[in-house]
Every structure is written in C-alpha cells, then in structure tokens.
Nanobody, 119 residues
Framework: QVQLVESGGGLVQPGGSLRLSCAAS????????MGWYRQAPGKQRELVAA???????NYADSVKGRFTISRDNAKNTIYLQMNSLKPEDTAVYYC?????????????WGQGTQVTVSS
C-alpha cells in the first residue's frame, strides 16, 4: 500500500506562484509514475502533469510553460511549481502514484489540497 501526503495549497492572487509537494510512503518496492490531477467544481478530474521515475514529463496544454513538475526519487516526493497562476487554475489538486512491489500497484491518491486563485 502507498500513502500520499500533499502540502502547499492556498490562496494566491492572479499572476502569483505556489509550490505543491507530495510525499509517498508505505510498503512498496519502487514508485514508478507520479503526477498531479485537479478537479474544479462541476468538472471532471483532469491530468495536470506527470513524471516517470526516469524523469520524463507530460503536461496538460493549459499549464505548459507555467507549471513545472519535478521529482526527488530518494525521498519519493514530487513537486509542482505553479507560476503565472490564473483564476481557472482554481481547483482541488490531487497527487497520484503507481508503485511496484505492492498490491494493488495503483492508482493511489492523496487527500487533495485546495488551490484558489483570486484577487
């Protein structure tokens, strides 16, 4: 099993920045893919950014050039640096992970952290 703990959400003005963190713990051999999803009120959960253990990344078109996902494999932690935030980025952000050496292998989800972009 994998437990994910997120931190770093909050209220920020348009154009501002926030940094989210997500740490994985539990009984597993290796964390493979990790990522961030978000869900705004009345909308479906959508992928924001993902990163593989080797470092390859994938971003939603809406955040390319503004958000950066990074990973510390030694700490089983990922980060999401969010710059130039817009009101439409307001959502609950969820961390996601897949692992080996555990059953099930995923997907695992964090509890979510609220990001609100408003003046």
């Amino acid at each position: 099993q994998v437990q994910l703990v997120e931190s770093g959400g909050g209220l920020v003005q348009p154009g501002g920045s926030l940094r989210l963190s997500c740490a994985a713990s539990g009984r597993f051999f290796r964390i493979t893919s990790m990522g961030w999803y978000r869900q705004a009120p009345g909308k479906q959960r959508e992928l924001v950014a993902a990163i593989e253990s080797g470092g390859s990344t994938n971003y939603a078109d809406s955040v390319k050039g503004r958000f950066t996902i990074s990973r510390d494999n030694a700490k089983n932690t990922i980060y999401l640096q969010m710059n130039s935030l817009k009101p439409e980025d307001t959502a609950v952000y969820y961390c996601n992970a897949w692992a080996t050496g555990t059953n099930p292998t995923g997907p695992y989800w964090g509890q979510g952290t609220q990001v609100t972009v408003s003046s």
